[in-house]
């Protein structure tokens, strides 16, 4: 299986960090694979309201306040609380 992982601006200064924890995650969980696409922050907004209008969107993404604070007034379905998803 695929998971499609969004982030916002955190090439290249963080992509070692990254690459690293998807590297021990697939390591950890065969047969996964992620899919690490990193946006500007002028352009993730669009990006992600094109990808929630055409039923694509990203299984996991790193959303600011501002652009959460939107999908959640205008598509709240496709948010869900790491909370209730994830077991402790």
């Known amino acids: 299986y695929t998971i499609k992982?969004?982030?916002i601006s955190l090439k290249p200064?963080?992509?070692e960090y990254?690459?690293?924890l998807i590297a021990e995650y697939e390591a950890a969980n065969p047969g996964a694979t992620i899919e690490w696409s990193d946006?500007?922050?002028a352009e993730i907004r669009q990006q992600?309201?094109?990808a929630i209008a055409s039923g694509d969107p990203p299984d996991v993404v790193n959303l600011?306040?501002?652009l959460?604070?939107?999908v959640a007034a205008t598509n709240p379905d496709v948010l869900v609380k790491t909370s209730e998803a994830v077991p402790a």
Do not use: A, I, S, V
């Open 5 to 7: 992982f969004w982030t």
């Open 13 to 15: 200064t963080f992509e």
């Open 18 to 20: 990254m690459n690293n």
């Open 39 to 41: 946006y500007p922050g």
């Open 48 to 50: 992600l309201l094109t």
């Open 64 to 66: 600011n306040t501002d």
């Open 68 to 70: 959460t604070l939107q």
